[in-house]
């Protein structure tokens, strides 16, 4: 299994020690040439491949919290938390108070990857980064690819950005990563002083568990791709971060999780955000908190876009 975001030691070149990458191609341009050319390193093993044995079950949907409840105080909701946390790993929620960003967001990230190919490798990753334009943790030449493409940049705290990976010339990129970080930002203190009280701890505990608390975003595209069967556009794989916040496009179902053995495919809700815990707080809980393995697959119709906000504590917290 894959994990984001770890497997890696600190280089002293590689400022934020999550490791590098080998450049492959951008799978917006291969499709861009030729829609139907699914090249041979993107082909999955037989028993990788999105429909292989395994179950896959569609009657069951991940739990939905009001977060606007939890705010209140609402216990029932608290206990709806805690379940989903346990049973789940991954829970959407709704009524977060960042919706008016939302579709801002959304824009800036499309607005980026319609860019053209020679102004987007502008910022691409360079070789002893991970901040960039790139198509993620490529570590070998023999390893099955992704049919992805990314940009991901440290938003939080600003002292962690590198500017030169920021595209400059869409107007109001900036401004939406910024609105987006500072909302987000409300949602992880409330969603991190429930948990607190779910571990029987005062409210603030978790989140100064954090040290200093990092936002990365790793904005996702996802072109159409002919051969949906043969490919995944992010392979298995847990997040390292505490929690992760997923903005994902509302008619698109892509993303699935591991729960109790099969793929369970996550329907977006419209304006909601889906929450996962990641291996951080999985470990913090003693691992009562699961951080469950999640893939997403690709269709033939239309791209889809995501944003995955990984939440990091500091690099000296236990
Ligand atoms: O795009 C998705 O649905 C999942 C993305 C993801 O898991 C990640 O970027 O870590
Ligand atoms: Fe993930």
Not at 149 to 165: A, E, G, V, W
Request: charged share 25%; aromatic share 8%; net charge negative.
């Amino acid at each position: 299994m894959g994990t984001e975001l770890d497997n890696y030691s600190v280089h002293e070149d590689n400022p934020l020690g999550y490791g590098s990458s080998l450049p492959v191609p951008s799978v917006q341009e291969i499709v861009r040439n030729d829609a139907h050319n699914v090249p041979e390193r993107y082909i999955k093993n037989v028993e990788d491949r999105p429909l292989s044995s395994e179950k896959c079950s569609v009657s069951l949907d991940i739990p939905i919290i009001d977060l606007s409840l939890l705010t209140n105080g609402d216990e029932d909701e608290l206990r709806k938390l805690d379940f989903a946390c346990k049973d789940w790993g991954f829970f959407q929620i709704i009524n977060h108070g960042a919706d008016e960003v939302l579709p801002k967001m959304k824009a800036a990230v499309a607005a980026f990857f319609e860019l053209p190919l020679c102004e987007k490798k502008k910022y691409a990753m360079a070789a002893n980064d991970v901040q960039g334009y790139g198509q993620g943790y490529v570590v070998s030449d023999e390893q099955k690819l992704d049919w992805n493409d990314l940009l991901f940049l440290m938003t939080i705290p600003s002292s962690f950005r590198n500017m030169k990976y920021w595209p400059n010339s869409i107007p109001g990129f900036m401004e939406a990563l910024d609105e987006y970080s500072v909302e987000l930002q409300k949602v992880i203190d409330d969603i991190f002083s429930n948990l607190s009280l779910l571990m029987g701890m005062e409210g603030g505990f978790l989140k100064e568990l954090h040290g200093v608390m990092k936002l990365g975003m790793r904005m996702n595209y996802y072109p159409t791709c002919s051969r949906p069967d043969l490919v995944l556009g992010v392979s298995p794989h847990s997040d390292c971060s505490s929690i992760t916040l997923l903005l994902q496009d509302d008619d698109i179902t892509a993303l699935q999780i591991k729960h109790k053995e099969a793929w369970i495919p996550v329907k977006p809700v419209p304006n909601a955000l889906v929450v996962n815990i990641g291996d951080v707080v999985e470990a913090w809980s003693n691992g009562l908190y699961k951080s469950i393995e999640h893939r997403a697959v690709t269709n033939e119709k239309k791209p889809r876009i995501s944003v995955a906000t990984f939440v990091i504590p500091g690099e000296d917290v236990e």
